[in-house]
């Protein structure tokens, strides 16, 4: 059974920093792309960062760049999103996403609150 677990939401002032971290099981963890996604209330679902299966170019939200980090250990089976300097406009849920070919997995997502 696939299971993406997220954890290390929660409230922060602006300027602050947190670590999400997605676990995953289920399958082939270090054979997908993984991905970060957000929705704010009353907004779509917005892709944040990708970071593909082994090297190659990672991808960020011109909203994020220079800001957040995501990365992978594959021997962890777990992708993580650091984010500093948090703004207010960061709230959100977030999303762990993991592709390969036609299959795609979603976690249940973990509430950011960027707030003084």
């Known amino acids: 059974q696939v299971h993406l677990v997220e954890s290390g939401g929660g409230l922060v002032q602006p300027g602050g920093s947190l670590r999400l971290s997605c676990a995953a099981s289920?399958?082939?963890?270090?054979?997908?792309?993984m991905s970060w996604y957000r929705q704010a209330p009353g907004k779509e679902r917005e892709l944040v960062a990708t970071?593909?299966?082994?090297?190659?170019?990672?991808t960020y939200a011109d909203s994020v760049k220079g800001r957040f980090t995501i990365s992978r250990d594959n021997a962890k089976n777990t992708v993580y999103l650091q984010m500093n300097s948090l703004k207010p406009e960061d709230t959100a849920v977030y999303y762990c996403?993991?592709?390969?070919?036609?299959?795609?997995?979603w976690g249940q997502g973990t509430q950011v609150t960027v707030s003084s």
């Open positions: 996403n993991a592709v390969w070919l036609a299959h795609t997995y």
């Open positions: 970071i593909p299966r082994f090297g190659g170019t990672i």
């Open positions: 289920g399958f082939t963890f270090s054979a997908y792309v």
